[in-house]
């Protein structure tokens, strides 16, 4: 619960010459727009005293909603509901750029982009090593 959070805490993300968005991100369900919407005004109890920015926004939080892993039973309403400011970006687009279906050769030693990452990841592999 949002009570339980300290406001002294969420104060300096919450200023009044800051600027936030609200971004909506669903497991195994899709929302429309209005859905969306309704669930960013759902927030209105927290004390935005910035202006909302959708292209630069100082600070991003978002919504995300688990409805669970069975797409054949999907619950109305979601079985677990996260809110939380967005920290930082990964490098997930990586992937596709590196994926085996678009490099040129693909040989016997041709490996998943995903798991050629995870494995550079866990061995620490850098740049001329």
Same mark, same amino acid.
């Not at 600027?19 to 935005?48: C, G, W």
């Not at 910035?50 to 978002?62: M, R, S």
């Not at 596709?96 to 279906?101: E, I, L, R, T």
């Given at each position: 619960?949002?009570?339980?959070?300290?406001?002294?805490?969420?104060?300096?993300?919450?200023?009044?010459?800051?600027?936030?968005?609200?971004?909506?991100?669903?497991?195994?369900?899709?929302?429309?727009?209005?859905?969306?919407?309704?669930?960013?005004?759902?927030?209105?109890?927290?004390?935005?005293?910035?202006?909302?920015?959708? &292209? $630069?926004?100082?600070? *991003?939080?978002?919504?995300?909603? +688990?409805?669970? !892993?069975?797409?054949?039973?999907?619950?109305?309403?979601?079985?677990?509901?996260?809110?939380?400011?967005?920290?930082?970006?990964?490098?997930?687009?990586?992937?596709?750029?590196?994926?085996? &279906? $678009?490099?040129?050769? *693909?040989?016997?030693?041709?490996? +998943?982009?995903? !798991?050629?990452?995870?494995?550079?990841?866990?061995?620490?592999?850098?740049?001329?090593?």
């Amino acid at each position: 619960s949002s009570d339980l959070y300290p406001l002294e805490k969420m104060a300096p993300y919450l200023q009044h010459d800051s600027t936030y968005k609200i971004n909506i991100h669903t497991f195994n369900k899709t929302l429309t727009q209005n859905e969306k919407v309704a669930r960013i005004d759902s927030m209105a109890f927290l004390p935005f005293n910035g202006k909302v920015n959708l &292209k $630069k926004a100082d600070h *991003i939080f978002c919504i995300l909603e +688990d409805y669970g !892993l069975d797409p054949n039973n999907v619950p109305e309403q979601p079985l677990d509901i996260f809110f939380g400011r967005w920290i930082a970006d990964g490098q997930r687009e990586l992937i596709n750029s590196y994926s085996v &279906k $678009k490099r040129h050769f *693909i040989g016997n030693t041709s490996m +998943d982009a995903c !798991l050629a990452f995870i494995m550079a990841n866990h061995a620490r592999d850098r740049q001329s090593t």
